[in-house]
């Protein structure tokens, strides 16, 4: 007589309980993983196309992304996140520099001229190409600031931003571990330590180090080499043109693609 006969019957339907129920749980198992699998696949696929969906609504403006053009250089959209002065993200699409392509050129020589002295360094862009619409909200966030000192840090919304043209960059230096070169002041820093036009007295104080002083100096003469000007309240911000000569060689970027 074999085993299994011995087997009381009911002992003999729990076992084959057990077999089924291990076969049905090793497959939805697999089926769980296969889901995920599949899941983060077409999150891969549906980020790629935001991406180029972006990209080609951009690219009706003029603007190209800066890092085709040259992948030494980097970016941190700090708008893209909440590490910004209205600690809030404020761009749902736009995580990428994107700038005029002539200025954008332009910005490419300035990352070649910057790795001829060296290597090491790299451009790191905070914010490119703004829409009017993120504009209004920063000009509002500020609005305990009268709007004569309030243009120091962001230009009023009425009479447009280089930025909306994609025609100003706000920018740093950072070493191959991309940690940014000390500037001595943040950026978004509304302190008069952030202020080029201010150095002198800083530096002097002692407030500014040496170090930091020469760090401004090297960003300031790598954008110079190009002719972007620095403007005088902010060390990371560098316009590639006036505000007139954008106006008639640019469109304006009013509100972000693919959003409400």
Not at 37 to 57: A, F, G, P
Request: charged content about 25%.
């Amino acid at each position: 007589m074999s085993v299994r006969s011995k087997l009381p019957c009911v002992l003999r339907f729990i076992l084959c309980g057990l077999v089924l129920f291990s076969c049905t749980t090793n497959a939805g198992v697999k089926k769980s993983i296969s889901d995920v699998e599949s899941k983060n696949v077409l999150d891969e696929v549906k980020r790629n196309r935001s991406k180029e969906n972006v990209t080609d609504e951009l690219a009706k403006y003029g603007l190209t992304d800066v890092t085709q053009l040259d992948s030494s250089i980097w970016f941190d959209i700090k708008y893209f996140s909440s590490d910004n002065f209205m600690h809030q993200r404020l761009y749902q699409s736009i995580n990428r520099p994107f700038l005029q392509k002539d200025v954008a050129v332009r910005l490419v020589q300035c990352s070649r001229f910057l790795r001829s002295i060296d290597t090491s360094l790299h451009l790191l862009i905070y914010d490119a190409v703004r829409p009017v619409a993120v504009q209004k909200k920063m000009w509002e966030a500020l609005d305990s600031i009268p709007p004569r000192e309030r243009v120091k840090f962001v230009s009023n919304p009425k009479n447009k931003s280089l930025h909306n043209y994609g025609a100003a960059i706000d920018l740093t230096i950072c070493r191959s571990d991309r940690t940014p070169l000390d500037m001595g002041a943040g950026f978004d820093d509304i302190r008069l330590i952030a202020y080029p036009s201010h150095e002198a007295q800083f530096l002097a104080s002692g407030e500014l180090t040496k170090e930091q002083w020469n760090h401004r100096q090297l960003l300031r003469k790598v954008m110079r080499s190009q002719k972007f000007r620095n403007l005088p309240t902010e060390w990371w911000h560098f316009n590639a043109c006036p505000r007139w000569e954008a106006r008639s060689k640019y469109l304006l970027l009013e509100k972000e693609p693919l959003t409400q």
